[in-house]
């Protein structure tokens, strides 16, 4: 049978609960020390609950980043591509322009037979930089021949972002619009012969 502590009363148990005949901690606790409080029932499951929650909002957030990734990155990729194919027309036009001057001047297109043979004659009277390379970084063609009287036709081509012509001779062009950028771009004799329109797309 327990007692109290501090003044021996019998008691059904001893704890931080004041002894009712001396009013002490029945425990041996020092005077006015009171129970401690108990733990917060259910405590351990809140804090499960809580590492579930910022798991599932965690995957929550990836999955969402990788759809907009998944949305994001293809039209990124477009635009890059659209962009080289402006810049190629833009040089190429520009190219064509000063052939024009030139013919302009000598009754005739340049005489060459690749974009490398014609930069000298272009440059620096009619264009102070020939561009040489189109916005994939691949190599312009450029080539001239006669239909009616010696070198009267002209064109200058790129072969899009596969880097390959699909044509032997630049004479062989037949043009019209195209929709990916595979496709060549053709500037022949003062116009855009084979050139982009609307929607392009990659193969």
């Known amino acids: 049978m327990p007692f109290c502590a501090y003044c021996g009363n019998q008691l059904a148990e001893v704890s ?28 351990g ?3 499960a609950m809580i590492v579930v929650i910022v798991l599932v909002g965690g995957f929550v957030l990836i999955a969402v980043i990788g759809i907009l990734a998944a949305i994001a990155i293809p039209n990124i990729l477009t635009a890059q591509e659209r962009a080289r194919q402006k810049r190629t027309m ?4 520009m190219v064509s ?11 005739q297109y340049p ?5 490398e043979e014609l930069r000298p004659l272009l440059s620096p009277t009619y264009l102070r930089e020939v561009p040489v390379r189109d916005g994939w970084m691949h190599s312009l063609r450029y080539g001239t021949w006669a239909r009616e009287k010696d070198l009267d ?3 200058v081509v790129s072969a899009g972002k596969d880097g390959r012509f699909e044509k032997e001779s ?16 053709v500037f022949s004799n003062g116009s855009f012969l084979q050139y982009p329109e609307g929607v392009q797309r990659s193969n």
């Open 16 to 43: 931080y609960a004041p002894c009712p005949q001396c009013g002490n901690p029945s425990n041996g606790a020092p005077r006015g020390t009171k129970a401690p409080a108990a733990a917060a029932a259910g405590g």
């Open 45 to 47: 499951s809140k804090t």
């Open 90 to 93: 833009a040089d190429i036009r």
């Open 97 to 107: 322009t000063a052939i024009e001057a030139y013919a302009t001047d000598k009754n």
């Open 111 to 115: 005489n060459a037979t690749s974009i």
């Open 153 to 155: 036709s002209y064109a």
């Open 170 to 185: 630049l004479k062989d062009y037949e043009g019209g619009t195209t929709s990916q950028f595979d496709c060549d771009i």
